[in-house]
C-alpha cells in the first residue's frame, strides 16, 4: 500500500472509531422514557420523520428558500458521491465510463453548489453573524473534498494529493459540525419519536376542517 | 467556591446529567444554515439576528461544547465554545425567557429537526437552577404553589364565584336541579380551570357548566385543586412543576375520579397530560383528556344538539402552540366548529404552521418583555385582519388573554372567545 493511502486509511479509521464511540454513546443513552400515555404510532411517526416530514413542501426551510435547498441537496448528493468513490479508488475499483461521466457532471454541480454556500456564509450579513471558524473549515474541507474528487475522476496523477486531503477531512469530521453526518440521522428520530408519541406526526392534515 | 460557581456548577449539570439520548443529539447538531429565521415571529418582526432560533440553540451549545468537548475544550474558538459567565446568563436570560414563546414553530421547520424548543427549556433549566427566572414569572409559581392556584384566589371567592355562576345557569337552562357540583366523589369527569376564568372569564365556566348539564355528564369541579395552568413548566424547574401537577393527581385520586379533562389552556394541557407523569415520574391510573376532545367526543355521540345557525358572525380560529403544534389536538375543534358555527375561516398559515399569539413561553407574565410581546403580535394581528372575521376562537384563556390585548391595539374590532362559549351558545336543550 502506498504511504498516501496508509495515511488516508489511519485518518479514515480515527474518524471511524471516534463516530462509533459517538454512536455508542447514543445507544447507551437511549430513547427518551416518556411516562405519559402514548396516543400515537411510533414506528410510522419515525418513519414520517425521514420521508412526508423532509418533503419541501412541509418545512420553511426548503420552501422560503428554495436555491439554497436545491445546493444543499445537490451538495450533500456529491459528498455521499465522493465517500463511495472514495472506496472505489482505494480498492482500485474501475468505474464504467457512463457513471463516470455522470459523476463528473453531478460533482461539479455539488462542487459549485458548496461554493455557492460558502460564499453565501462570507457575505450574507444575517449568516456570518452566525457562522464561527469551524463553520468554514467544515465547508472547505467537504468541498475541496469534492473537488479532489472531481479531479482524480479526471487525472489519476492527482491521486496523491487526493487522499491527503481526504485524510485531512477524516481527521477534521469529528472535530466540528461534520458530526452531524451521524447525529442528524439521530435528531430525525428523536423529532419523530415526539411527534409521534404525541399523535401529531404522521401528519394526516393541518389541520382541515373535516 | 463562589456563589456564582457554585451556580454554574448547577447549571453545568442540566447539561452532564443527561437520561437520554435527546439532549446530547440536538446540542451536536445544528449546521448554522440560519434558515429557521423566517420561522421565528421575533426575527420576522425585528430582524434582530439575536432572535433567530440558531443563536439560541449556540447559546447553549456553545456552553456545552466549551464544558463537554474535546475541541471546545481545547480549541474553544474553533466552534465558538464559551465560558459560563455573568455575560453569557444575562444574554440566556433575554433570549431564553425575554425572546421565545417556546412555540415550536422552528422546530418543525427546521432542515435538521432539532427540536429548539426543547433546547431552549432546557437553557431556561440551567438558568433556574442558577436562580434567574425572571421574578415576574418566578411569582406566578410561587403564587400556584403557595395558594393553590396561580392568581391567589381565595378559597372563599371562588365559591362565592361559583355560586353565583350556579343560579346563573339554573336561570339560563330553567331547571332548579341545574348545578355546578364541587368535590363530588365517584363522577365521571373531574374539570379544571384556568384560574383566569373565575377571576375574568367566568362566562366561560357557565358555557362548560351548561355543556356538562346538556351532556348529562357526571362531573365535578374540586374547590381546593382546580388550576389547570403549571408556570413551572416555562421556567422548567420540575421540581415545582412536580408539586403542582402532583396536586392535580392527587386531588384526582382522592375523588376517584374516571378522567381529568382539562380546560382550554394550551400549556396548561401540555404540562398535565404530556409533561405531568414525567415530572412525577409515573403513569396516571386515570384517562386524561382536554376539553376540546370531549367536545368533539360529546358532538360525534349525539350528546349534544346544536343549532349552528345560531353562531351566524364569520368565525376564525387561533391554534394554541401547545395544544396543537405540540399537542396533537388538531383536528377536533375543526370539527366541533364545523357543527357550533355556520361561517367559518382559516387564518394562513393554520394548524401545525399557525404561528404563536405572542403571549405563550410565559410571555404573558414576564412584563418586562412586553414590548416585544406586543411588537411580535404584529404577525398575528395580520393574520386575523386578513381573514374578515369578527369573532376570534381559541381554544387557550392564554391565548384569549394576548388575543384581546392584540385586537385592543390593533384596532382589529373582533370578539375573542373560547370554544366552550360558542359551543354552549349553540346548544338547543331538549
Redo the contacts between chains.
Sequence with gaps: MTLYKTISLAAFLICSVILTFHFIRLIRLGSPKDYSQKRGNLKSAISFSFTGAMNPREKESAYMHLPTYAAGLLYHTGTFICFALYFLFFFNVGIADSFHWIFIFVLIASGMSGLGIFIKRLTVIKLKHLSNPDDYISNFLVTGFQIFTLIALLNETYTPYYFIFAAVLFLYLPLGKLKHSLYFFAARYHLGFFYGWRGIWPLKSHGQIK | MNNFNYKKNKALKVLTG?????M???L????????????CMYYLTTKD?RF?P??KV?LISSVYQRYCT??GKY?P????ARELDEKLTDEMVDQMFGACTLCGRC?????????IA?LVREGRKMLSEMGLVPSTLQSTVNAAIQTGNNMSIPAEEFTDTLAWLEDELKDEVNDPQASIPLNVPDVNILYTLNPREPKFFPLSISAMAKIFYAAKESWTLSTSMYDVTNYAYFTSNDNEANTIARRLYDEVLKLNAKRCVLAECGHGSRAF??????Y?????PF??ITSVELLAEYISQGKLKLDKEINKELITLH?PCNL?????V??QQ??V??HAASR?V?MT?????NFCCGGGGGQLAMSEYNERRMKIAEIKADQIRKTGASVVVTPCHNCVDQLMQIDSKFKLGVQVKTLAEIVADAIILE
Design positions: 443527561q437520561q437520554d439520548s435527546k446530547v443529539t440536538y451536536n447538531s445544528c449546521v448554522h444554515c440560519g434558515l429557521c429565521a423566517e420561522s439576528e433567530i440558531t443563536r449556540d474535546f475541541t480549541f474558538k474553533l466552534t465558538n422546530t418543525k421547520h427546521c432542515s435538521i429537526g432539532i427540536d426543547y397530560r404530556w409533561e405531568g407523569p414525567n412525577l415520574q409515573k403513569k396516571y384517562d386524561v391554534d396543537v403544534r405540540e399537542g396533537g388538531i383536528d375543526r370539527y366548529l364545523k367559518f382559516e398559515p393554520f394548524g401545525t404552521d
